[in-house]
């Protein structure tokens, strides 16, 4: 097991948000991890990247306990965290936004072979690579934001609301690219308010709802459920 979450209750200060989450990941899968706005979702994963400590439960990463881990030993650990709204330095270079991505794990490294690899995958952050983020699209920062954490070199990537705001040509187009580089053995953690788009792309999934797991299973058996076609395919 890659990631496994254990009986994680969460909150800010007093307010309590997550209840009892309990998640895991294996190596090489795509997990989806889906639920209605307010569910929890990005409660959870800042919890996961060391950005909340939960108030009780645990989080073990590779065998090893990182509950209260701070963040930047999580990151350095291979959990990276696209954040929901992308987060991109708008007035420097796409280049200069991938290169801060390498500084947070590999600082003595040689980051060319990192910027190939990440211009091989999104030939278009290539073309702009010397334009400012600020000036591109919505999907071109949406790929620049997980270029980015791939320059990180993660064992575990995390996207937080990728598609949200996105014409759906983008998203799909976005999605061949998460595919492809969880073939090239990276483990993925899609976060969606898009049900559908997240459990049709993935290998397992869960359902939060307000705080609560309320389902769980392989991602093509979730899509038959009756419950999840009702209250989230609107079918
Ligand atoms: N910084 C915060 N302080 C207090 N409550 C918060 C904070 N961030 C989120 N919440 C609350 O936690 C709940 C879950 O939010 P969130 O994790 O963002 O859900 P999701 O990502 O599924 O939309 C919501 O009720 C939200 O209002
Ligand atoms: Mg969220």
């Given at each position: 097991m890659l990631l496994e979450i254990r009986d994680l209750d969460v909150g800010y200060g007093d307010i309590q948000?997550?209840?009892d989450v309990s998640i895991k990941i294996e190596e090489k899968q795509i997990v989806a991890l889906v639920g209605s706005n307010g569910a929890g979702k990005s409660t959870l994963l800042r919890t996961i990247s060391g950005l909340l400590s939960p108030y009780k439960g645990s989080i073990i990463f590779d065998g090893e306990?990182?509950?209260?881990?701070p963040s930047k030993e999580i990151v350095a650990r291979g959990i990276i965290h696209v954040p929901e709204g992308r987060?991109?330095?708008?007035?420097?270079?796409v280049e200069e936004n991938l290169i801060m991505g390498a500084f947070r794990r590999k600082?003595?490294?040689?980051?060319t072979p990192a910027l190939d690899n990440v211009y091989e995958l999104f030939p278009r952050l290539k073309e702009r690579?010397?334009?400012?983020?600020?000036?591109?699209?919505g999907g071109e920062q949406q790929m620049c934001a997980i270029a980015r954490g791939l320059m990180g070199d993660p064992r575990l990537i995390i996207i937080d609301e990728?598609?949200?705001?996105?014409?759906p040509l983008i998203v799909d187009n976005l999605i061949e690219i998460v595919k492809e580089i969880n073939e090239q053995g990276t483990a993925v953690l899609l976060v969606e308010q898009d049900v559908q788009l997240a459990l049709d792309n993935s290998h397992y999934g869960y359902v939060l709802s307000t705080g609560r797991l309320a389902m769980e299973g392989p991602s093509k058996e979730l899509l038959q459920n009756k419950e999840i076609k009702e209250v989230y395919l609107g079918l």
């Open positions: 948000v997550l209840w306990d990182i509950t209260n881990c987060r991109l330095f708008p007035d420097m270079s600082k003595s490294k040689d980051i690579r010397n334009q400012k983020a600020g000036s591109l699209s990728m598609s949200l705001g996105l014409a």
